[in-house]
C-alpha cells in the first residue's frame, strides 16, 4: 500500500518537479536576500509570483492524490487546467507589476495587480468561449509567463542604476533565458522540460546570487566609505572643538584620544599618551569609580563637578566635565569634555568660609557653631555618646583694649584663637561666640576629661607672650563647662555660661564645672 502511494506521488510529481523545485528556490532565496534591498518592492512582486507559480505546481501534484484519500470525491475535468490558467494569470500579474513598479511608474501597486490579474483571467474565459478553444487555453498560462518575463528582463535593461546596473541587467538574463525556455516549451522545440527548466531556473538562481553578492559588495563598500568619513569628519570636530576633549577605554581607562585643547590644558602631548590612564587626572580615585558607576547605569553625565590634576605636574583644579558612552573602533568608550571651574568653585568656598567661619580669629562664627553643635547633640543622644561644651573668655579684656588699643584686642583674640586651634583637638568644634567670648564643643568626652582639656588649654594660655608693639603682655582666660545627655543647646550653654560666670566671681583665670556648683532651688527643681 506505502509502495502504490509513494509510486502514485512519484507519478503525479514528475511532470512539475522541475518547475516547482526551481519557483520555490528562486522564491526563497529572492526573499531571503532582497528583502531589505534598494528594490526591495520590485524583488517582492517577484517573489511573490514564483510563490503563485510554485503553489500552482503544489495543487496540480496534489490532485491525482486526492481520490486515493477520498474515494467519493469528484474532481471537474476543467480543474487543473483552470487552477493552471488562474494561477498562472496571478504569477504573470505580478511579474508585470514588478516590471512596471521598476520602471517607476506611479500607477503600479497592488490594485494594479489585482486588476491586471482579472484581465488575465477574463483573456482566458473569452478564450474558453471559442470553438475549439482547448489547445489555445492550454498554451496561455506558457504565454503569460513568456510575457511577463520578457517585460521584467526589459525593465531590468532600461532602467537606469547607475552603479548597480550591471548587477540587475545579470538578473534580467535570467529572465531572458526562463523566458526563451518557456517558448520552446510551448513550441514544442524541446523533448525534455525537466532539464531544460532544471538548467534555466538554476541559471537564473546562479545570476541572482551573483548580483546579490555585487550588491552586498558594493553596500560594504559604500558603507565603509560613509564611516570613514564620518569618522574624519568626527575626528575634525574634535579637533577644532573650544573644550578639552578626552577620549578613553571603558574597560580599562587607557587613553584613546586627547585633542589640541586637552593636550595644552593638562600639558601632554599624543604620543605620552600611553602613559597615562584616565583615572591618573583625578585627585580622590574613587571619584573616577563613581563617575564609572554612574555612567554604566545612566549612559550619560551631563555635569559631573570633581577635582583633577595635571599628571606630570600635579597641579589641582576644579572641572566640571560631561561624559557618555560611545563606540569608537569597536570598542566601547567614554567620551569626556571638560570645563574649568576652578575659579567659581574658589569664589564658592570663599563664599562658603565667609558664611560660617569668624573673619578675624577664622574660628566658626557662632551661627555655624549651632548648627553644627546641634548635630552632635542629636548623635550623642541617639548613641549615649559624652560630650562636653565649655564657655571662655579673655580675663580683663576691656584693659587691654583700653591700654594698647583695639588692633592690640584684634591681636589678643587672633592668638588666642591660634591656641586654641593648637590645643583642642580636630574633632572638637570652637567658634568665636561674641566679643571676647569663645565656645567650644567637644564629642566623646566625659565631664572629667572635659575639665582635664579646659586646665590644659588654661594653662597654655597662661604661658603666652603676646607682642604689642614691642611690649610682651600676657592673657589668662576664665572657663565654664556644661555637660549631661540632652539635646537642648540653649540650655547647655546657659549652664555653662553659669560656671564661667563663677570662675570670674572666684579669682578668674580657673576653671568651674557645672555639676559642681552647689545646688540652687532653680537647679534642683531642674534635675528632679
Not at 489 to 507: M, P
Amino acid at each position: 500500500m506505502n509502495t502504490e502511494l509513494f509510486s502514485l506521488i512519484l507519478d503525479s510529481l514528475n511532470p512539475y518537479i522541475a518547475e516547482l523545485a526551481g519557483a520555490a528556490i528562486v522564491a526563497s532565496m529572492i526573499s531571503l536576500f532582497y528583502a531589505r534591498g534598494t528594490q526591495k518592492i520590485v524583488f517582492n512582486y517577484l517573489s511573490a509570483g514564483f510563490w503563485m507559480i510554485t503553489c500552482k505546481d503544489l495543487a496540480l501534484v496534489a490532485l491525482p492524490i486526492m481520490p486515493r484519500f477520498f474515494p467519493t470525491w469528484f474532481m471537474p475535468p476543467d480543474l487543473p487546467l483552470w487552477i493552471t490558467v488562474c494561477s498562472s494569470a496571478l504569477a504573470a500579474s505580478f511579474f508585470l507589476t514588478a516590471a512596471v513598479k521598476n520602471l517607476k511608474f506611479i500607477f503600479s501597486g497592488v490594485l494594479f495587480s489585482g486588476v491586471l490579474s482579472l484581465i488575465l483571467i477574463g483573456i482566458a474565459y473569452i478564450v474558453h468561449q471559442f470553438p475549439e478553444e482547448t489547445p489555445l487555453l492550454n498554451d496561455l498560462p506558457k504565454v503569460y509567463l513568456i510575457v511577463s518575463f520578457a517585460a521584467i528582463a526589459l525593465s531590468f535593461y532600461v532602467g537606469r542604476r547607475s552603479t548597480q546596473q550591471m548587477s540587475v541587467r545579470a538578473v534580467g538574463t535570467g529572465f531572458v533565458i526562463l523566458a526563451v525556455s518557456y517558448t520552446y516549451i510551448l513550441w514544442g522545440f524541446i523533448q525534455n522540460d525537466i532539464v531544460w527548466l532544471s538548467g534555466s531556473y538554476a541559471a537564473l538562481l546562479f545570476l541572482s546570487l551573483a548580483s546579490q553578492i555585487s550588491f552586498m559588495n558594493l553596500y560594504s563598500l559604500t558603507l565603509e566609505q560613509a564611516l570613514s568619513l564620518e569618522k574624519r569628519r568626527q575626528t575634525q570636530i574634535w579637533e577644532v572643538s573650544p573644550f578639552p576633549i578626552i577620549i578613553s577605554k571603558l574597560r580599562d581607562d587607557t587613553i584613546i584620544y586627547i585633542n589640541p585643547v586637552a593636550q595644552k590644558f593638562f600639558d601632554i602631548q599624543p604620543w605620552e599618551l600611553n602613559a597615562f590612564h584616565f583615572s591618573d587626572y583625578f585627585v580622590v580615585k574613587q571619584k573616577r569609580e563613581e563617575l564609572t558607576q554612574y555612567i554604566r547605569n545612566e549612559g550619560i553625565i551631563n555635569s559631573f563637578e570633581v577635582q583633577m590634576k595635571h599628571p606630570k605636574r600635579n597641579e589641582i583644579v576644579w572641572i566640571d566635565l560631561s561624559t557618555r558612552v560611545i563606540d569608537l573602533d569597536e570598542e566601547i568608550a567614554l567620551y569626556t569634555t571638560f570645563k574649568d571651574i576652578t575659579l567659581r568653585k574658589d569664589e564658592e568656598l570663599k563664599l562658603a568660609e565667609q558664611a560660617t567661619t569668624d573673619p578675624l580669629t577664622q574660628l566658626y562664627n557662632r551661627r555655624q557653631f549651632e548648627v553644627m553643635a546641634t548635630q552632635q547633640l542629636t548623635l550623642a543622644a541617639r548613641h549615649q555618646i559624652p560630650f562636653c561644651l565649655f564657655m571662655l573668655d579673655i580675663d580683663h579684656f576691656k584693659q587691654v583694649n583700653d591700654t594698647y588699643g583695639h588692633d592690640a584686642g584684634d591681636t589678643v583674640l587672633k592668638k588666642l584663637a591660634s591656641t586654641i586651634q593648637t590645643t583642642m583637638r580636630k574633632s572638637d568644634i570652637s567658634a568665636r561666640y561674641g566679643g571676647e567670648e569663645f565656645v567650644i564643643f567637644l564629642p566623646h568626652t566625659s565631664p572629667e576629661q572635659g575639665k582635664n582639656a579646659a586646665e590644659h588649654l588654661r594653662r597654655d594660655v597662661e604661658r603666652l607672650e603676646i607682642d604689642i608693639n614691642g611690649k610682651q603682655i600676657a592673657i589668662t582666660i576664665s572657663l565654664g563647662i556644661s555637660s549631661g545627655m540632652t539635646t537642648d543647646l540653649a540650655g547647655l550653654i546657659k549652664e555653662a555660661d553659669i560656671a564661667l560666670y563663677h570662675s570670674k566671681e572666684n579669682g578668674r583665670n580657673q576653671t568651674t564645672l557645672y555639676e559642681d556648683l552647689p545646688l540652687t532651688p532653680d537647679r534642683e527643681e531642674k534635675e528632679k
